[in-house]
Structure formats: C-alpha cells, structure tokens
C-alpha cells in the first residue's frame, strides 16, 4: 500500500529509505509511486499506475530504478506517459 504523504518526495528521503518500507508516492503525479528494494537500503523503482482503456484493467509500468533515474526524471518521464495515454 502506498503511503500518501502529502509532501513532495527528496533525494535525502529516498536515499535514507529502509527496505521493505511503505511505497511512496509522488505529490505531483497521478499514479507515479516509489517502491522500496526488498534489500537494499536507498534503492528502489519507479512505477507508474494507470487505467488501461483497451484492456478496462489497472495497470503498472515500471519505468526505471532509483538512483539511476532521479526524481525529476521519473516525474517528468511519468507526466510524458500520461499525456501519450490520454
């Protein structure tokens, strides 16, 4: 389950996460989460949730893993998405 923070996502807070913690997710994008690695510590992925019209199912992309691709790479990457499914 995905933690709602309510408060933009840091590098400092990614790099410090524990594995295995709550997923969060991003405050400017719909759908965009961050998955912790299940073992190690400031690593994780990038996943972007979205409604699939064709198929009428949600769906999940992964996008690229963390610290390879930043923040503002995987929330601007995620926004691209989102315009090419509309």
């Given at each position: 389950m995905a933690v709602h923070s309510g408060k933009r996502l840091t590098d400092s807070k990614l790099?410090?996460?524990a594995p295995n913690s709550?997923?969060?997710t991003s405050?400017?994008?719909a759908g965009l989460?961050?998955?912790p690695s299940s073992c190690t510590k400031g690593t994780g992925a990038w996943i972007l949730h979205?409604?699939?019209k064709f198929?009428?199912?949600r769906t999940k992309l992964t996008l690229r893993?963390?610290?390879k691709m930043g923040i503002a790479a995987a929330?601007?990457?995620a926004k691209f998405l989102r315009a090419a499914l509309k």
């Open positions: 790099r410090n996460i709550n997923q969060l405050s400017s994008v989460v961050f998955k979205y409604y699939d198929s009428k199912k893993h963390y610290p929330e601007e990457e």
